[in-house]
């Protein structure tokens, strides 16, 4: 499926039927990062997950906005072109949170609850080291040069021994250039400074939004300490994942979501 947003085109993936679910995925992945949670969901649910701007099939406009109101104004115009009948419940992974939880902060009304994989939304956290090495100028942009598919996937696997090496080559055959440079421009636009104001006011959805965390504790990249600075008390820690839980272990990850939606009603 396709839609156009402010001239882009963007890819999404939809199925089922039922309560909406967003999916946002993260970085470098695309939507079929949920391919196999969506798969157990889409009987009960109706599923969209979009590749996020200059990620695998969707395009990104030269001037798009990398600040937070920016993606967040992004999200809400992607939903106001699904013409949805109600709230979604909103799904989040690493810096597809940054488009989400900021869209959350902006149009509370239109989220009926959150559920975060790892990532972080807090001026405390700091990035981790390809984190830094992206968001340094010329340094950033000879180590994507530099990637090529052994390094990309073994790199990943050495971390995520879990993660289905399929999923793994996926996301390295989605590293376009176009890529590239949206991994650079976003990265380089999420200094820690940025969640100032942010990072409070999503405290303040999240009393008045249902809230779970799902964390992967082998998590090389975010310190299990941020599991708990999203304001819920709701965190189930699945002590032998990685950072990938969605396609380390979509069972158990679909498990967390329906059962955190099931309490809902």
């Known amino acids: ?3 156009t947003v402010n001239g882009q085109t963007i890819k999404y993936l939809l199925r089922g ?5 967003l999916f946002l995925h993260g970085n470098p992945d695309t939507s079929h990062l949920w391919s196999g949670m969506i798969a157990l969901l889409e009987k009960q649910y109706l599923c969209i997950a979009p590749d996020l701007p200059g990620y695998g099939e969707s395009e990104i ?4 906005d990398f600040s937070l ?6 999200i809400d115009d992607f939903v106001k072109a699904l013409k949805l009948d109600s709230p979604v419940h909103l799904v989040v992974h690493d810096v597809g949170a940054f488009f989400g939880l900021s869209w959350a902060v ?5 989220v009926r609850s959150i559920t975060i994989f790892n990532t972080a939304y ?3 956290y700091r990035w981790h080291k390809l984190g830094r090495i992206w968001r ?4 950033g942009e000879l180590s994507l040069a530099l990637m090529d598919e052994r ?17 793994i080559t996926q996301s390295y055959q989605q590293l376009t250039k176009k890529t590239h440079k949206t991994m650079l421009k976003l990265y380089r636009a999420m200094n820690p400074s940025v969640f100032i104001g942010w990072d409070e006011r999503f405290q303040r959805v999240a009393r008045q939004t249902p809230v779970q965390v799902v964390w992967g504790s082998q998590d090389p990249y975010i310190e299990r300490r941020i599991a708990r600075t999203f304001g819920t008390e709701k965190i189930t820690y699945l002590e032998d994942y990685s950072h990938w839980v969605p396609a380390e272990a979509p069972e158990q990850a679909a498990e967390c979501l329906v059962s955190f939606l099931n309490d809902l009603d």
């Open 151 to 167: 390094t990309f996937v073994g790199s990943i696997r050495r971390v995520a021994p879990k993660l289905p090496k399929n999923v």
């Open 136 to 139: 340094t100028p010329l340094l």
């Open 1 to 3: 499926m396709q839609l």
């Open 106 to 110: 902006a149009c509370s009304e239109q």
């Open 69 to 74: 109101s920016g993606q967040a104004n992004f």
């Open 61 to 64: 406009a030269p001037d798009f």
């Open 122 to 124: 807090t001026r405390d």
């Open 17 to 21: 039927e039922g309560e909406p679910i």
